[in-house]
C-alpha cells in the first residue's frame, strides 16, 4: 500500500463516526488530514516553504464549513484531494497576481548572486557590501549556499543549522536583498 | 494560530455533518429561468403561428433546449461537490450537440444547391445567437450564486454548465416565439447562442465561483 492509499484507509473509518457526530473522531481525522495536507502542500510549495502551514489551515477550515458536500459514496480521500487541489490552485492564481509584481527571487538571483572571482570584480564587491547588512545568520546561509554553491545539507553539517531553518533564512535574506537592490540610494 | 489549536476548535461542538444537496434549490431557479424566458419572449413578440405546433421544428426546438438542460443540470449537480465525475455528463452533452448537428447537416443537403444559404440564414439569424445569452442572464447569475455555496472545485467547468444549463433554457422559452422552421437554423444559430451563454458561463465561473 502506497502512502496516499495508506492515508484512505486511516482515514474511512474515522471519518464515519466523524460525520455522524463523534467529535473526538473527528478531532483525530482532522489530525489525519492535516498531517496528509503538509507534505501534499510542502511538496507543491517548495520555493514558498513558509505558506505551507497557512494552506493546510486554510483547506481545514474549508473542509470543515463543507464538510454536508461529502457523499457517503464517494471515497473520503477524493473529497479531501479535490479540495486541497482548489485551495492550492485558488493559492497560485492569488500569488501570481502579488508576485507578478516582484519578480521570482528564486530564478533570477541564482543568476545575479553565483559568484565567479575575476569575472566582475566591481559586482562582487557590491554584493559583499550588500551581504554585509543583513544579519549574520542570513548572511552566512546565503554565502555557503549561493556564492560557494553548497547543497542544503552540506551546509547544514558546515553550519550546524537544520535544513528548514537553513532554507527559510536564505529566503529571507535573498527578499531582503533584493528590497536593497530596488530601493534607489 | 497553530494548526493543533485550529483542529480543537473546529472539531468542538461540531456536531453530525449535516448533508447538503443542490436537486431541489437547482430545478426550482430552473424552472423560474423558464417560466422568465418564456415571459420576456411572449412580451417582446408574437407566439409562434398555429400551424407551427403541428410542425416539427418547434418540437426539434424544445427536445433540443431540453436534452441540453438535462444533461448540463446533471452535469452541474456533479461539479458542485468535490471529488464527483463530470465526465460521464460531458459526454452527453457532446452527444446531444453533434446529435443536432448531424440532423441539421442532413436537413441542409436536402434543400435545392440555389437555397442553402437562405435556408440557413433564415429571416433571424443575427437576433438568435444574441437573443439567447441575453435571455439567459440572470438565470446564469441565480445558478453562479446558488453553486457557490456547495463546493465546486472545478470553476471554469462549473461555469461553463451552468451558462450551459441557462443558456438551454433560454433557447426553449425563445423558441416558442420564433418562426423560424427550418432544423439547419436551429442546428447552427440556437447551438451557437447556447455556446455563447455557456461561454460567458466559463468566463464568470472562476470570478463568481469563488468560496
Known sequence: ????????????????????????????????IAGR???????????????????????????????????????????????????LVDFWRRH???????????????????????????????IRVLLDTLPAPQRRAIVLTRLEGLSMSEAS????????????????GLKQLMVMVRTPQ | MNTDALIAGLASGAGPA????????LALIAGAGMIFCTAVSLGLREFVPQAMWTGAALWTKLAYAMALAASSAWCLNMLAFPGKRAAPAFRIIVMVV??????GTVSVLNVPAGEKLPYILGKFA??????????????????????????????????????????SLAAAGYALTCEEDAIGFVALW????????????ALAGPRLLRW
Open chain 1, 37 to 87: 495536507l503538509r507534505s501534499y502542500f510542502r511538496r507543491r510549495l517548495s520555493s514558498l516553504s513558509d505558506e505551507t502551514e497557512d494552506l493546510v489551515q486554510e483547506t481545514l477550515l474549508a473542509l470543515h464549513a463543507k464538510r454536508g458536500t461529502h457523499d457517503p459514496a464517494l471515497p473520503v480521500s477524493n473529497w479531501v484531494f479535490a479540495i486541497a487541489g482548489y485551495k
Open chain 2, 98 to 103: 453533434l446529435s443536432m448537428a448531424d440532423i
Open chain 2, 126 to 167: 443575427l437576433t438568435c445567437p444574441w437573443a439567447i445569452p441575453l435571455l439567459s442572464l440572470p438565470t446564469l447569475i441565480s445558478l453562479l450564486r446558488l453553486t457557490r455555496r456547495f463546493a465546486p472545485t472545478d470553476l471554469r467547468w462549473a461555469g461553463f454548465a451552468a451558462g450551459l444549463l441557462a443558456g
Open chain 2, 190 to 201: 440556437y447551438s451557437l447562442g447556447i455556446i455563447l451563454s455557456a461561454g460567458m458561463g
Open chain 1, 96 to 126: 501570481g497576481r502579488r508576485e507578478a509584481l516582484h519578480q521570482p527571487l528564486d530564478v533570477t538571483d541564482d543568476d545575479l548572486l553565483v559568484y565567479e572571482t575575476g569575472v566582475d570584480v566591481a559586482a562582487g564587491q557590491d
Open chain 2, 18 to 25: 449535516r448533508r447538503v444537496f443542490i436537486g431541489r434549490d
Open chain 1, 157 to 172: 553539517r558546515r553550519s550546524g543549522v537544520s535544513v528548514s531553518a537553513l532554507k527559510v533564512q536564505v529566503h529571507r
Open chain 1, 1 to 32: 500500500m502506497d502512502k496516499v492509499d495508506r492515508f484512505a484507509a486511516a482515514l474511512r473509518p474515522l471519518w464515519v463516526r466523524a460525520q455522524s457526530g463523534d467529535e473526538a473522531a473527528y478531532a483525530q481525522a482532522l489530525h489525519l
